[in-house]
C-alpha cells in the first residue's frame, strides 16, 4: 500500500514563498518519479513538477524560474520550493508517485497514487 502525505500549504502573500512536502510511505518512492499538480475549482487538475528518481527534474512554463522540485531518498519525501508566489498560483496542490523502472522517466500524467492536496493561497 503507498500512501501520500502532503504538508505545508497555507495563506501568503503576493512575492512570498512556501515549500510543500510530501511523505510517501510503501516501498516504491525510490524507484518511482513523482509530480507535483495543483487544481482550482471547476478546473482540470494542471501539471506543475516532476522529479525522476535519478533526480532529473522537468516544470511546467508557468512556474519555471520560481518553483523547484526536490527530493530526499532517504526521507522519502518530495519537496515543491515555491518563491516569488503570484495570486494565480493559488489552488489545491496535489503530490503524486508513478513507480518506473527507468531512472530518467519525467512523467507530467499517467500518475498511480496521489495524495490527498494541500491548499495554498496567495493574497493579492
Known amino acids: 500500500q503507498v500512501q501520500l502525505v502532503e504538508s505545508g500549504g497555507g495563506l501568503v502573500q503576493a512575492g512570498g514563498s512556501l515549500r510543500l512536502s510530501c511523505a510517501v510511505s510503501?516501498?516504491?518512492?525510490?524507484?518511482?518519479?513523482m509530480g507535483w499538480f495543483r487544481q482550482v475549482p471547476g478546473k482540470a487538475r494542471e501539471f506543475v513538477a516532476t522529479i525522476s528518481w535519478s533526480g532529473n527534474t522537468y516544470s511546467a512554463d508557468s512556474v519555471k524560474g520560481r518553483f523547484t522540485i526536490s527530493r530526499d531518498n532517504a526521507k522519502n519525501t518530495v519537496y515543491l520550493q515555491m518563491n516569488s508566489l503570484k495570486p494565480e498560483d493559488t489552488a489545491v496542490y496535489y503530490c503524486?508517485?508513478?513507480?518506473?523502472?527507468?531512472?530518467?522517466?519525467?512523467?507530467?500524467?499517467?500518475?498511480?497514487?496521489w495524495g490527498q492536496g494541500t491548499q495554498v493561497t496567495v493574497s493579492s
Open positions: 510503501g516501498r516504491t518512492f525510490s524507484s518511482s518519479a
Open positions: 503524486a508517485a508513478r513507480p518506473t523502472p527507468y531512472s530518467g522517466t519525467l512523467p507530467t500524467r499517467g500518475y498511480d497514487y
